[in-house]
């Protein structure tokens, strides 16, 4: 088996799909995961493996960490990034536009090229996955328009929930596709598509002045979130029937 970034013959290390230090605050005492799928069908594996698979080589593995390494620093203890509150938005200024792009860009594309059942949903074909591959292969965060992510803390009923891990979802919306994944109750939502994004999205994802927003808010004010939490609750409510 040939690594999944660089392509070498080497041997495989058992790489994590969701960044790992998202998902270490889900572990608890038992370690198990607080992982939740939405169709009551699927097996619960995931909660006793966590989200693994030998994909990269021991050098990509490296070269993707020190990626999540910022990303990790930078939402846990600021990193000199500063923020400014207006309602439901954070306006975060001050970070570091390519490491954290490539961050987010490998977090897209692992979980595109992921054969695990989890991320089944992601299906970035030939063509995007490749343009993905060279760019974190060569360090290359590309620009703000290519797979621009829009970042979302989202709260149910109020709450905000740390232990929330989902699937990864898919939606189309106009004429781009929208690839999703909750990771501790941050939404992340990357728009992929051939033709150029609308500038707007410039405004709110990351871009080159090192800014991006975050949006705070309900579930069910985000429509296809609110359809998956709700098959989520069905899913669950039919699980405990089944158990029982
Ligand atoms: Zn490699």
């Known amino acids: 088996m040939n690594c999944a970034l660089c392509q070498c013959e080497s041997p495989l290390q058992n790489s994590h799909i969701v960044p790992e230090f998202f998902y270490k605050q889900l572990y608890d005492d038992i370690h198990r995961f607080h992982v939740v799928s939405s169709d009551s069908s699927k097996s619960d594996f995931l909660k006793q493996k966590g989200v693994r698979e030998k994909l990269l080589c021991e050098n990509c593995e490296q070269k993707i960490s020190r990626w999540e390494k910022y990303a990790k620093e930078a939402f ?3 990193l000199g990034i500063q923020i400014v509150r207006t309602g439901n938005i954070f306006r975060l200024s001050n970070l570091n536009y390519q490491t954290f792009r ?6 897209l594309w692992r979980m595109g090229v992921s054969k695990l059942e989890f991320f089944e ?3 970035l074909g030939e063509k995007h996955q490749e343009i993905l591959r060279k ?4 360090g290359d965060p590309l620009e ?3 797979y621009p992510c829009l970042i979302s803390a989202v709260q149910l009923n109020g709450e ?5 891990i989902s699937q990864s979802m898919h939606n189309k919306s106009g ?5 999703c994944i909750v990771i501790n109750g941050i939404l992340f939502c990357f728009f992929v598509a051939s033709h150029a994004m609308p500038a707007v999205f410039g405004e709110v994802c990351i871009n080159k002045k090192n800014e991006m927003s975050v949006y705070f808010g309900e579930v069910k004010e985000i ?10 609750g069905n899913a669950i409510r039919s699980r405990r029937t089944k158990q029982v």
């Open 175 to 179: 004429n781009y596709h929208c690839h």
């Open 144 to 146: 703000p328009l290519q």
């Open 121 to 123: 949903d992601t299906r």
């Open 135 to 138: 760019a974190l292969l060569n």
């Open 102 to 107: 490539l961050f987010l860009l490998s977090l």
């Open 76 to 78: 846990g203890n600021g």
């Open 223 to 232: 429509p296809f979130l609110a359809e998956f939490a709700s098959n989520l």
């Open 160 to 164: 905000f929930h740390r232990a929330w």
